[in-house]
Nanobody, 130 residues
Framework: QVQLEESGGGLVQAGGSLTSSCATS????????MGWFRQAPGKEREFVAA????????SYADSVKGRFTISRDIAKKTVYLQMNSLKPEDTAVYFC???????????????????????WGQGTQVTVSS
């Protein structure tokens, strides 16, 4: 059983920073890519960032490019999302997701597709006040 556990959400003022983490657990689990998505009230889930687990190659949504940084710690099987210069429109529940190794590498350009990922965390709330 694969589990993802997010942490590090919270309340922050506009312009502030937060770092969320996503730890994976599960016997013999290995992933090829991990992503962060978010969902604001009344809106559809949207892609935020993704990272290739082996190469470290990253991709970002235009709305967060230059402000957010995704990284991973392979030994800890943990992915981080450093969020800087936060805006009220960044308020959402943030979910991490992982693509199982059995599906092979994630094709470049498809990181935004939720269907490319196999396991999802329960989400962590990020609230940015104006």
């Amino acid at each position: 059983q694969v589990q993802l556990e997010e942490s590090g959400g919270g309340l922050v003022q506009a312009g502030g920073s937060l770092t969320s983490s996503c730890a994976t657990s599960g016997r013999n689990f290995s992933g090829t890519a991990m992503g962060w998505f978010r969902q604001a009230p009344g809106k559809e889930r949207e892609f935020v960032a993704a990272i290739n687990y082996s190469t470290g190659t990253t991709s970002y949504a235009d709305s967060v490019k230059g402000r957010f940084t995704i990284s991973r710690d392979i030994a800890k099987k943990t992915v981080y999302l450093q969020m800087n210069s936060l805006k009220p429109e960044d308020t959402a529940v943030y979910f991490c997701a992982v693509r199982h190794f059995s599906r092979g590498s994630l094709s470049p350009g498809l990181e935004w597709r939720g269907a490319e990922y196999d396991y999802w965390g329960q989400g962590t709330q990020v609230t940015v006040s104006s």
